[in-house]
């Protein structure tokens, strides 16, 4: 006989544990009774000092006991001034702890939370809160009520909790309401909402399996899901097939609904090399606009300076390097070139010849601003050149419209980049998205200079513009071919060469810088890494824990990262008494652990450490460590480089452990001791 539900009614004593990405928190709640109950469920961002009505069925844990799983949930407005003091004390809002809490409610008692709602200037009756912050704690007590019900909307619909927040900053109070009306608002860009769930969503609504809302979200869902995987369109006879698939449809049905995208101008159609393709439509007007900014940057030409060949031989002199005949013929060519393209492999002296080329571009006054695609290669590119490098995204001054939540950059045709040339390394992380925006800060007639490897990983985003450029043959370019003498030294870039030209790697010389360790099972390939981790490199090369790098070409399994950074974390930072610790989902973040920032982030402030400048934006690859996990505040500080940037605790799924990261990741890092799970 199945378990009648029950209902409790109580206030939140204590969170044990919470997953802001899924909503999952185990809690214990004061029911008025001499012991608290342990709830678990589904309950988005739950407070202490909140009432809830719980309804569910009791079961018990093997290892945990006794506990309510709860399957609906509503939340109950603190009535009483003790009940709302105790909520406020929680932290709902930031800036008011159990102090100020308590001041608020000795002079608005029961009344408290209806002011903040209703008429929260009131709140400059007490001492210390200004009319700003009077409004700034109204908007917030607003926000996170709205919020908290519109997650419990979506967890009840089975929608990701996190997604939540991300349709209230676009659709605000209106929400639910427009949800409704459309679910597949969901899948619009900015909200990245799996197509599952919000068809799922849409069906329990009530939308037919033809609608043609759901037909046509089907169609850009396919052309955005296959931008993730490097796609900037598809062949229509391929897009037209995934879709029927994915919806259970017959191709006339999709194919109406392309015929109204493409009458809608949602999407675009043209063809390539005879076959009919469809690009969303920023995707195509960045392939048009990329191809024709590029070809009319390669057509100017800058007048050769009388002296060029004295002032090669002073750059020469200076450095000391004696450059190789294609070094030569790039540095000439950067002199008099709009557009230039250099490429080679590990080795071949790129570094070399950027210093070089920004040494004679100095000589001639010109100004130079120079980039790299990740804060983890702008800092490699900083410590071999001695210019200060940023990323693109800096460099373009990216930020956030607050009212659509969409990125945007400062940096465009209307405002371009003050300087004479821009110089990027690493362009083969550079997606056409980027390539686009970066084309249209470059000043009218100035210089453009691209550098990169086409034998590294592919960007994660749509395209390969840096392989696709040097492909074509129509813009000027030089090609390193020659591996230097103190290159030819080093194993890791002869193997990468071999490995290039489809010959097997070297894998028996112990006595340079690559060493190929065989064993037969995970646990043993686990046990290994962190014990020269720990021990042996530390212990026989001299190398602190701290310069070493782990990369694994994947997430998952026992030899992942995910596995590794857990292993490693324990080995290399363990829990310490005085070492304050964060669960975010099924992470513990610990001070002192390294971690990386895995999505751009322009809205995060820093600070620089020596107190000289402060500024917005943490970037995909940011490596840091954790300086200090704040319980009270709810913060995590974390270190990169020279700046300091603050965490709230919602805000962590943008970070992930970096002990071990995987190998697209660490494109560009310049790190100098790495030990590869193959």
């Known amino acids: ?20 990405d899924n909503g999952y928190s185990v809690l214990r709640l004061n029911t008025g009774e001499p012991q608290a109950v342990t709830v678990v469920g589904t309950i988005p961002l ?6 809830l009505m719980v309804t569910g069925k009791w079961s018990t844990h093997s290892s945990y006991g006794k506990q309510f799983e709860a399957e609906f949930l509503e939340r109950l407005m603190p009535q ?4 709302i003091q105790t909520y406020l004390s929680g932290r709902i809002i930031k800036g008011i702890g159990p102090k100020m809490a308590a001041r608020i409610v000795a002079h608005f008692g029961e009344q408290t939370l209806e002011v903040m709602e209703r008429d929260p200037i009131r709140l400059t009756e007490i001492s210390g809160i200004s009319e700003t912050r009077a409004r700034q704690i109204g908007e917030e007590f607003r926000v996170q009520v709205g919020m908290r019900q519109l997650m419990e909307f979506f967890t009840m619909h089975q929608l990701p909790a996190e997604l939540a927040l991300r349709a209230y900053k676009i659709f605000g109070d209106s929400t639910v309401e427009l949800l409704y009306d459309d679910p597949y608002l969901l899948t619009e860009e900015g909200l990245e909402a799996p197509f599952g769930a919000v068809d799922r969503f849409a069906i329990e609504l009530g939308v037919d399996a033809d609608d043609p809302r759901r ?39 999709v194919a109406q609904g392309i015929a109204r995208l493409l009458e809608a101008g949602r999407l675009v159609r043209s063809s390539l090399a005879g076959i009919t393709v469809d690009y969303l439509p920023a995707l195509y007007e960045a392939e048009i606009y990329c191809t024709q900014r590029l070809k009319e940057l390669a057509k100017k030409a800058f007048p050769e300076p009388d002296d060029l060949e004295n002032r090669i031989c002073q750059v020469s002199a200076e450095s000391g390097i004696t450059y190789s005949r294609e070094q030569l013929q790039a540095i000439r060519d950067a002199a008099t070139s709009g557009l230039l393209l250099i490429t080679g492999g590990p080795g071949t002296g790129k570094t070399t010849l950027l210093n070089g ?17 990740t804060g983890r290669a702008a800092k490699r590119m900083s410590e071999v050149t001695g210019e200060e490098a940023s990323t693109i995204h800096r460099l373009l001054e990216a930020g956030v419209d607050q009212n659509t939540g969409k990125m945007y950059f400062a940096r465009d045709e209307e405002n371009p980049l003050k300087s004479d040339v821009v110089i990027v390394d690493e362009m083969s992380m550079v997606d056409i998205r980027l390539l686009h925006s970066l084309l249209k800060a470059i000043p009218k007639g100035k210089r ?27 813009l000027p370019t030089v090609r390193l071919t020659e591996i230097f003498r103190q290159a030819q030294e080093s194993l890791i870039v002869m193997n990468a ?12 010389n112990v006595k340079s810088d690559f060493f190929f360790m065989r064993r037969g099972s995970e646990s043993e390939i686990s046990n290994l890494i962190r014990d020269l981790c720990t021990t042996r490199l530390p212990r ?13 070409p994947t997430r998952k399994g026992n030899v992942g990262t995910a596995a590794l950074n857990k292993l490693l974390q324990g080995a290399l930072n363990p829990p310490s008494p005085e070492k304050k610790e964060h669960m975010y989902a099924d992470v513990c973040f610990r001070e002192g652990d390294r971690v990386m920032q895995i999505r751009n982030n322009y809205d995060i402030m820093w600070k620089k450490t020596d107190g000289t400048a402060v500024g917005t934006g943490i970037f995909n690859g940011d490596v840091g460590t954790i300086r200090e996990i704040d319980l009270n505040q709810e913060t995590v500080t974390v270190l990169f480089d020279d700046r300091t940037a603050a965490y709230d605790f919602t805000q962590l799924g943008e970070l992930e452990p970096a002990f071990a990261i995987t190998v697209h990741k660490s494109q560009g890092s310049g790190a100098t001791r790495s030990l590869v799970k193959s």
């Open 1 to 20: 006989m199945a378990q009648e539900l029950e209902i409790l009614q109580g206030t939140i004593q204590a969170v044990v544990y919470q997953n802001y």
């Open 46 to 51: 739950p407070v202490i000092g909140e009432r």
């Open 80 to 83: 009483t001034a003790s009940q």
């Open 215 to 253: 037909v046509e979200a089907g169609i850009l869902f396919q052309l955005e899901y296959n931008l993730t995987v490097g796609h900037s369109f598809l062949p229509e006879s391929k897009l037209l097939a995934s879709t029927c698939q994915l919806l259970t449809l017959e191709p006339d049905t």
């Open 357 to 373: 080329i920004l040494q004679l571009l100095g000589n001639m006054q010109l100004k130079c601003l120079v980039a790299a695609p």
């Open 448 to 474: 453009l200079i691209l550098v990169g490897d086409p034998d590294q990983l592919p960007p994660v985003g749509p395209g390969f513009p840096f392989s696709d450029m040097l492909r074509s043959g129509c």
């Open 497 to 508: 060469h071999r490995i290039n030209q489809g010959e097997a790697p070297e894998l028996k």
């Open 540 to 552: 026989n090369m001299g190398i602190d824990p701290s310069d070493i790098q782990v990369l694994s």
